[in-house]
């Protein structure tokens, strides 16, 4: 059922959303918008499309802890060290943020099961955001993501001076009953909200990056796309920085290491990066020597491999923080015209 | 603390004791691991891994050596390469250590292999997960036919667990067949003398055989070469691969050669279905 709020009444909503939970949602942290725990003197910033990073660190969080050891002399303890779990709520992710969470899911929820993320599934709902001022590096609609109807257990919209409130799951009817109260019934509101999606859809439809093309991006392509003698010249002026993998909200490789810390050793796992040339780096050597294969190693997966394991389903969701980010301006919709057919030249 | 307090994950090890270490060659020791109650840590099959960790040392994954059929200890032949396999060989018996797995796939030794004629080839450190196999197929023997092991290394004081191939793989009489070699003459060695492939090539093997190659990448590449020169078909020979890992379980990404990771969808691989991979490791 849809319902409304006022925008002015916002700040209750937020209060209501945080009780006996965590809320996050996009803030104005130091100048930057990104996703911060609500408080009430938080600066929420919805009006910001992008956010710095993506609704990814509540589910795979940056570092996390996996377990703790002890060390007496030839003695190892192994101790419990699990992050806590709290149920929390991600509030306005846009509908590209939304969907990488579908990306990680294949990940981390296939067999076997990573417990960890798992639990932050479980224990998190999310709450999703129409995107009402699409921007130029935007183009999730290529991968088949409609930013005027995103996925989450809710879905929002801010239209005039009202919140409109669309429950789409059991975990957002359980969220909806919390927060009920507040709202007024808006069933009568839905060509308005149908003329909204529309405008969306008008303005996406317009972007210059969503008229690229898959077409010819999946397994069969393997060898052909791996073998290009393109790899070279579009990896040439890549630093190695890593950021376009920090921002990426499909980014899942993560590294595992040990901290002592004086106490005894924790053991957690944290982002890494298939950029950095110590990633796959061996006693004997390193299968990926030189940036160009590293470069090579990041789109192929996004573009190639990810969609051969993964019934068709790219790794990337057109979000757009990779081409503002990279300090080269080299980014995956340059190597998708480049692979990829002549549509795109 | 007792395992079972613990909420389990792949990714959380339980313990294991060292509770025999012999030294193999200069730079290879092999390690008898045991649970913390005795017996084995977990039960594997042949060409499988596990990823052993000194806590605040580093986690690493090697080949169990051991055969499943061994069910009173696990064994991991691990050559001195790094900070983590250097603090392994100072270690002393008794030393705990955490141990997660087993990982990946294993030789269809149940399957395809089945009352084959097995051509086992392998190079230095390569033996290690060989010797599972090998060791496994010497188990049930009646269900292969032929054996054949061509093991090489640069030296003799190189070749890994010499003791057991002089004293239980030669000479049985229960038609396994061993070939030594080494890279170069040497004092005291009156074996053959010549580069795995090399020999390979010279011994000269029908093709009714199936390989089963483990060694440096630069030796698996040469000696599929020399098979191919025999008259195999890819489809015949076995190999397994090891790439940096970090989970074991096809998540962390680091491990894949193309769509495929080696630590899920391999160690091994048959060589035919390796032609879809991109040539990256």
């Known amino acids: 059922m849809m319902l409304k709020l006022s925008i002015e009444k916002m700040g209750e909503l937020f209060q209501r959303l945080a009780e006996g939970r965590k809320l996050y949602l996009p803030l104005d942290r130091g100048g930057q918008v990104d996703f911060g725990p609500w408080t009430p003197e938080a600066k929420v910033r919805l009006d910001r499309l992008k956010t710095i990073k993506s609704a990814k660190d509540f589910f795979f969080p940056q570092t996390e802890n996996i377990v703790s050891f002890k060390r007496q002399g030839k003695d190892i303890s192994i101790i419990e060290n699990r992050d806590a779990e709290e149920p929390f709520v991600v509030f306005g992710v846009r509908g590209c943020d939304a969907r990488s969470l ?12 990573d417990s960890f993320y798992k639990a932050r599934r479980e224990n998190g709902v999310v709450v999703s955001m129409a995107c009402s001022e699409p921007e130029e590096t935007c183009f999730c609609s290529i991968f088949g993501i409609d930013a005027a109807d995103p996925q989450g257990d809710v879905v929002t919209y801010i239209i005039g001076d009202f919140l409109y409130w669309d429950e789409r799951t059991d975990k957002g009817r359980a969220l909806t009953e919390t927060v009920k109260s507040l709202f007024s019934d808006a069933s009568g509101d839905s060509s308005l909200v149908e003329r909204s999606r529309g405008e969306i859809r008008d303005i996406v439809s317009r972007l210059p990056l969503c008229s690229l093309s898959l077409e010819g991006f999946d397994g069969s392509a393997l060898k052909e796309k791996f073998g290009s003698p393109l790899w070279s010249e579009l990896s040439q002026a890549c630093v190695g920085c890593g950021t376009c993998t920090y921002v990426c909200p499909t980014c899942q490789c993560y590294d595992i290491q040990d901290f002592d810390t004086g106490h005894g050793i924790r053991r957690f796992r944290c982002w890494d990066s298939c950029m950095y040339s110590d990633f796959t780096l061996m006693a004997h050597g390193n299968p990926r020597k030189s940036q160009v294969e590293r470069f090579r190693q990041r789109f192929m997966h996004k573009l190639i491999y990810f969609p051969a394991n993964n019934d068709g389903m790219y790794s990337c969701v057109g979000c757009g923080r990779c081409v503002a980010k990279c300090p080269i301006s080299m980014n995956i919709t340059k190597v998708i015209k480049a692979l990829g057919v002549e549509v795109n030249v | 603390m007792c395992d079972s307090e613990i909420r389990s994950d792949l990714l959380i090890p ?9 030294r193999d060659t200069p730079d290879v020791k092999t390690f008898r691991v045991n649970g913390p109650s005795g017996g084995v840590c977990f039960s594997h099959m042949p060409g499988q891994c596990a990823m052993l960790s000194i806590p605040g040392v580093g986690e690493a994954m090697f080949s169990i050596t051991s055969s499943p059929t061994n069910k009173e200890y696990m064994e991991f032949s691990i050559k001195k390469c790094g900070s983590l396999t250097e603090w392994l060989h100072d270690m002393e018996v008794g030393q705990q250590v955490a141990i997660r797995g087993p990982y990946g796939n294993a030789f269809p030794v149940e399957a395809e292999l089945k009352g084959k004629d097995l051509l086992f080839i392998a190079g230095g450190i390569g033996l290690a997960p060989l ?9 049930y023997r009646d269900n292969y036919a032929s054996v054949d092991i061509v093991y090489g290394a640069r030296s003799m004081d190189d070749l890994v667990d010499i003791d057991e191939i002089r004293n239980e793989w030669i000479g049985r009489g229960d038609d396994v067949n061993v070939h030594l070699t080494i890279d170069r003459p040497q004092e005291g060695w009156d074996g053959n003398v010549a580069f795995v492939p090399d020999y390979v090539k010279s011994l000269n093997f029908p093709t009714t055989k199936t390989a089963l190659i483990c060694g440096p990448p630069i030796m698996i590449k040469f000696v599929l ?24 379980i096809g998540k962390c990404g680091r491990c894949n050669v193309g769509a495929k990771y080696v630590c899920r969808d391999g160690p091994v691989f048959r060589c035919d279905k390796m032609e879809e991979m991109p040539d990256e490791y």
């Open chain 2, 14 to 22: 339980r313990l294991g004791v060292v509770t025999d270490i012999r």
């Open chain 2, 131 to 139: 010797r599972s196999v090998i060791n496994y197929v010497r188990y």
């Open chain 2, 225 to 248: 070469k020399a098979l191919q020169e025999l008259g195999f078909d890819k489809s015949q020979v076995y190999t397994t691969l090891e790439l940096r890992m970090k989970c074991g």
């Open chain 1, 102 to 113: 579908d990306v990680l899911d294949r990940v981390f929820l296939c067999d076997p099961v």
